[in-house]
Nanobody, 124 residues
Framework: VQLQASGGGLVQTGGSLRLSCAAS????????IGWFRQAPGKEREFVVA????????FYADSVKGRFTISRDNAKNTVYLQMNVLKPEDTAVYYC??????????????????WGQGTQVTVSS
């Protein structure tokens, strides 16, 4: 499994960015794709996840109403639209896959494959 995250950058407070995660080699029929983030000196934290079917998603409270996850099955790509960005959203964002999972999972330990991360910086 390979995951390629992209779309990060520098944006001002209140701005928007769209991250992409292109997945290849996933053989599980049911799996979860999640986004996590890690700020300097902090632990990696859950942001949002979506089922492989696209029918269910789950957001961390800190991003609910501002971030939207979606997927394009034809392109095997998951998108994270981030609006109304805040300085506290600054972090390296990672996409990950939890194989053979029939339910949304939020623990990093449950995810088997990780992308390389993309930096998001929100200036105040």
């Amino acid at each position: 499994v390979q995951l390629q995250a992209s779309g990060g950058g520098l944006v001002q407070t209140g701005g928007s960015l769209r991250l992409s995660c292109a997945a290849s080699g996933v053989t599980s029929s049911t799996y979860v794709i999640g986004w996590f983030r890690q700020a300097p000196g902090k632990e990696r934290e859950f942001v949002v996840a979506i089922m492989s079917s696209g029918r269910r998603s789950f957001y961390a409270d800190s991003v609910k109403g501002r971030f939207t996850i979606s997927r394009d099955n034809a392109k095997n790509t998951v998108y994270l639209q981030m609006n109304v960005l805040k300085p506290e959203d600054t972090a390296v964002y990672y996409c990950a896959v939890a194989s053979d999972s029939a339910a949304i999972v939020v623990s990093t330990a449950r995810y088997d494959y990780w992308g390389q991360g993309t930096q998001v910086t929100v200036s105040s």
